[in-house]
């Protein structure tokens, strides 16, 4: 298997703009989790799926962030309108509910956000 | 408030050394304990897992468990500086908590 597969990696933007963060998890993982890392709050839960439905977004700072799961294969996050304090590294993990704990992240994504 | 606490370091070990890191949590119902490297610029990677009190060793690591002083703690026999990165303990009572880490250096 991939891996859990996010995109961008890297992405520099002007504070107002939208930014959407896309994750894939891996196959046959029901579970699906958003986490943002600095420096300074270490690695903060946002979002928590299961089986596509949003279970716990009570992480999610503000009304600018949303997050979608579609279907078993592809999850989104938004912000919209960014600021420079949502400038962070997002990871995408994934994991079976049986062993929620045992996640696996994508490589994440670095937001910079100007 | 669900808190996972670790001490930030650096720790700093020589090589072939025995590496103690530590982790308290504040969640009596925690079940399930985790513990994930992650090397500089990169994403956290599972190395061990625990469920019940005691020891449990997994080739130079060990994770310890003791829930009643709700602590667990990662040994890592004879250290190598390949093991120079950020030890994150996660802690689930039903979604994963995750510490700010320790930084661990091995120097040869």
């Known amino acids: 298997d991939a891996g859990v597969i996010q995109s961008p990696r890297h992405e520099v933007t002007e504070m107002g703009q939208e930014v959407t963060l896309r994750c894939k998890p891996i196959?046959?993982?029901?579970?699906l989790f958003w986490y943002r890392q600095t420096m300074m709050r270490g690695l903060e839960l946002l979002i928590y799926f299961n089986n596509n439905v949003p279970i716990d977004d009570s992480g999610m700072p503000e009304d600018r962030f949303s997050a979608k799961m579609p279907n078993a294969s592809f999850s989104t996050l938004k912000i919209q309108p960014s600021e420079p304090r949502d400038s962070a590294v997002y990871f995408c993990?994934?994991?079976?509910?049986?062993?929620?704990?045992?996640?696996?992240f994508g490589e994440g994504s670095r937001l910079t956000v100007l | 408030q669900k808190e996972v606490e670790q001490n930030s370091g650096p720790l700093s070990v020589p090589e072939g050394a025995i590496a103690s890191l530590n982790c308290t949590y504040s969640d009596r119902g925690s079940q399930s304990f985790f513990w994930y490297r992650q090397y500089s610029g990169k994403s956290p990677e599972l190395i061990m897992f625990?469920?019940?009190?005691g020891d449990k060793e997994d080739g130079r690591f060990t994770a310890q468990l003791n829930k009643a002083s709700q602590y667990v703690s990662l040994l890592i026999r004879d250290s190598q500086p390949s093991d120079s990165a950020t030890y994150l303990c996660?802690?689930?009572?039903?979604?994963?908590?995750f510490g700010r880490g320790t930084s661990l250096i091995v120097h040869p």
């Open positions: 625990i469920y019940s009190n």
């Open positions: 996660a802690v689930e009572s039903y979604i994963p908590t």
């Open positions: 993990a994934s994991s079976t509910t049986a062993n929620t704990g045992e996640l696996f």
């Open positions: 196959s046959g993982h029901n579970s």
